[in-house]
């Protein structure tokens, strides 16, 4: 059973930090490619930023300069660090795994963020 399992959002005050986790089971964790991706409401959902197996990234430009994710492939597990949060980020936060070579695509239930003095 796959289960991705987000943690560290919260309310934080605009200008502040959050970092954000996504542990993974049920997977061959090196072999995907991981994300983070929120949606607001009433807003499509975003990609904020991705990692490739061998550690390539991409950010949204939202998030450049800002944003960094990382991974610890001998822990499973993804962040998201997120410094100079402004309002506009408020968000859900949702970890996503994807191997297109098998054509897998897996999502965790979400983080809520929200960036509000």
């Known amino acids: 059973q796959v289960q991705l399992v987000e943690s560290g959002g919260g309310l934080v005050q605009p200008g502040g930090s959050l970092r954000l986790s996504c542990a993974a089971s049920g997977i061959t964790f090196n072999l995907y490619t991981m994300g983070w991706y929120r949606q607001a409401p009433g807003k499509q959902r975003e990609l904020v930023a991705s990692i490739t197996k061998s550690g390539g990234t991409n950010t949204a430009d939202s998030g450049t300069g800002r944003f960094t994710i990382s991974r610890d492939n001998a822990k499973n597990t993804v962040y998201l660090q997120m410094n100079g949060l402004s309002p506009e980020d408020t968000a859900v936060y949702l970890c996503?795994?994807?191997?297109?070579?098998?054509?897998?695509?897996?999502w965790g239930q979400g983080t809520q963020v929200t960036v509000s003095s």
């Open positions: 996503n795994a994807r191997n297109s070579v098998i054509r897998r695509d897996y």
